[in-house]
């Protein structure tokens, strides 16, 4: 089959009403496979070892971090009185919250019938679940005496005792493991017909062995299709409530203590806002370079970058909008305390960190306003670092902060990580590269099945699906 | 058994287009066949009133994972916070349906995709490591861009030349039969 189909002639909307195409240059089925599959096909390119070697240095500093940690105890990090949650948690909730916009795009977006999520909802998705394996970590860590992680469990343990699941600590063992759980077979379900793309296109046999083994003898029947379809609409609608759960459950870890500046009942909403917003801020980071060096710009288009700038805007003003709230309500509630932990945030000694917060996180979104910034890929690709790095600075601007001021002067004290802190986060940068980049080299990167589902050539109704003009199919 | 070992598996007739396969999905259906299939690089929308299916069953499976899934989480909560080992936490009483309620939602929608993903595996018989198709050496472009309908040789309605005749019909320019 010829690359591109020129000779059929397609009627659109009135000028100035026509949207671009999702996949650009009238490609075909056929192509659309080669370019996707292609990129996990032949010779290793240079450019994947220059990024894959340091990603594994990283990591092993970060086994090394753990280790060091494991042996010695928790006081080689920064906390301590008063400041008794560091960096630990800040990137645990920063982690888990990159880990949300997977799920949004394969879960919310399918649910909205949002057929742009095709191009990017599977490394998406490989994103959230390498980003919940960072997350993960920590909360593991810091426990101090790892070894006994499994008592987090309903477990039968020495002690004969059971978990208190009053504890939003405990409801978040459950969010944080169903959402990994669930990511994981959401994504895997969607690789089963890529992998028997890739099976079928094996020149080799162990390639043949292992991508017919993980593709579980799929045919393509449609009688497999019908049940596939079901299935895949359940999970995406079991997806969405989980996915706004997680974060919720995880801002109770804060909300449902005592401490001026966490005792909110805004938390929920705007963790999730935060989170859908720091997470597309990751998708930008990622797939901007990684459409260019892969040659894949007409499946992720322009246009496809532009959509999620919007989503990066809205989410970005609802963050902006609750920052703004809960101001509001520290000085509406009367608290002294609760006033003091807010104004101690904008101009206390940690001030410099809020500020590099409000900058990234309500001020630089607002430039996705301009559709010349949106379609500009290097600028939408720092922006969408500064994202991610105001991000960070929220979650340290609620733990650190609100934290390092307690309710009398006695109990005050001023956080500083030490070197093992900045290694550790240093190192999650390696675990999640090496596994994104492996993800890259043996996975189909994009849905190929679902980025052909929406082109004009899946259409019965459509010329080029090969329906007949004017008669019924 | 011999006989029956060396008999087809069945008859396969390739489609370029989408509309070609919904259209030929329709001229096998009407003509009373049971063991067919349609096989398609993606599904096409239209193609199970075009086959004659009815709705999938793998929203009862994901539903009985949920309820499963709601229902032991609370038991199990109860059992273990309010009955073997009952410890006072700043006076919140022992078992509350609130208290327990989020890490019961999430094991409702674990076994809720449990059930979906593994019931529609179930109801696809998959996995299944062998097939007659995946040997036949055009039936890789199945999930390249080609379109393909398959009937059984074990239908009781297949008759070699005339459901050859029926797919010529339907407009498939490379009509195979397909080795078990």
Wanted: aromatic fraction near 16%.
């Amino acid at each position: 089959m010829a690359d591109v189909i020129a000779n059929v002639e397609i009627k659109g909307p009135p000028a100035g009403l026509e949207r671009e195409p999702l996949v650009l240059n009238q490609r075909g089925l056929g192509w659309i496979s080669d370019a996707i599959a292609g990129v996990a096909e032949g010779k290793t390119p240079l450019w994947w070892w220059i990024a894959f070697v340091p990603s594994v240095i990283a990591m092993s500093v970060m086994g090394a971090m753990i280790i060091y940690l494991l042996s010695t105890g928790v006081g080689i990090w920064g906390p301590g009185h008063p400041v008794m949650w560091g960096w630990a948690i800040i990137n645990f909730v920063w982690w888990i919250g990159i880990g949300h916009a997977g799920t949004l795009i394969s879960a919310i977006l399918f649910l909205l019938r949002q057929k742009w999520r095709t191009s990017i909802n599977r490394a998406a998705e490989a994103m959230t679940i390498f980003a919940v394996m960072c997350a993960g970590i920590f909360p593991l860590i810091h426990v101090g005496r790892m070894w006994f992680g499994w008592w987090l469990f309903p477990l039968p343990n020495q002690n004969s005792i059971w978990p208190n699941f009053r504890s939003p600590l405990m409801w978040d063992v459950f969010a944080v493991s169903t959402y990994f759980t669930v990511s994981a077979l959401f994504w895997f379900m969607g690789l089963i017909p890529d992998l028997a793309v890739m099976r079928d296109r094996s020149k080799t046999k162990l390639r043949k062995f292992a991508y017919g083994l993980f593709s579980l003898g799929w045919t393509g029947s449609n009688r497999h299709w019908r049940n596939y379809e079901k299935a895949y609409l359940i999970l995406a609608g079991l997806s969405t409530p989980l996915v706004l759960s997680v974060h919720s459950i995880v801002s109770m870890d804060f909300s449902v203590s005592q401490l001026p500046g966490w005792h909110t009942t805004i938390f929920p909403p705007y963790f999730v806002a935060g989170a859908v917003f720091s997470g597309f801020g990751m998708v930008l980071s990622l797939l901007i370079p990684l459409r260019t060096i892969l040659k894949l710009e007409d499946i992720i288009t322009v246009r496809h970058v532009e959509l999620m700038c919007k989503v990066v805007l809205a989410t970005g003003s609802i963050v902006g909008y609750a920052y703004a709230m809960e101001f509001f309500i520290a000085w509406y509630s009367g608290n002294p305390y609760e006033r003091y932990a807010f104004i101690n945030r904008a101009m206390g000694p940690y001030a410099w960190g809020y500020w590099v917060m409000i900058g990234c996180n309500v001020i630089v979104p607002q430039c996705f306003w301009f559709k010349r910034i949106r379609s500009n890929m290097l600028i939408v690709f720092i922006l969408s670092i500064f994202v991610n790095i105001g991000m960070w600075f929220e979650r340290f601007v609620i733990v650190v902060i609100s934290l390092h001021r307690d309710f009398m002067p006695s109990n005050w004290g001023y956080f500083k990580p030490t070197w093992v802190d900045i290694t550790t986060y240093m190192g999650t940068f390696g675990l999640f590269f090496t596994l994104f980049l492996l993800f890259i080299r043996f996975m189909p990167i994009i849905a190929i099945t679902e980025v052909k589902g929406v082109t004009p050539q899946a259409d019965p109704h459509h010329p080029l699906g090969g329906a007949k003009s004017g008669g019924h199919h | 058994m011999a006989a029956t070992a060396s008999k087809p598996y069945g008859i396969i007739a390739e489609f370029l287009t989408p509309a070609d396969a919904i259209h030929a999905a329709e001229m096998v259906r009407d003509a009373g066949f049971r063991k067919w299939d349609v096989y398609t690089p993606f599904p096409v929308h239209g193609m199970d009133q075009a086959m004659g299916l009815d709705n999938s069953k793998v929203g009862y499976i994901a539903f009985a994972g949920g309820l499963t899934g709601y229902f032991s989480g609370m038991l199990m909560i109860w059992w273990m916070n309010a009955v073997d080992y009952p410890i006072m936490i700043g006076g919140k009483p022992m078992f509350s349906p609130y208290g327990a309620f989020p890490p019961c939602y999430e094991l409702t929608i674990l076994l809720g995709a449990f059930g979906s993903l593994f019931g529609m595996l179930a109801l696809n018989r998959l996995p299944r490591l062998h097939h007659p198709l995946l040997k036949h050496r055009r039936f890789a472009l199945a999930s390249h861009d080609r379109f393909f309908v398959v009937i059984e040789t074990a239908d009781p309605k297949y008759s070699e030349t005339e459901t050859r005749k029926l797919l010529t019909s339907a407009g498939s320019q490379r009509i195979e039969l397909v080795e078990e």
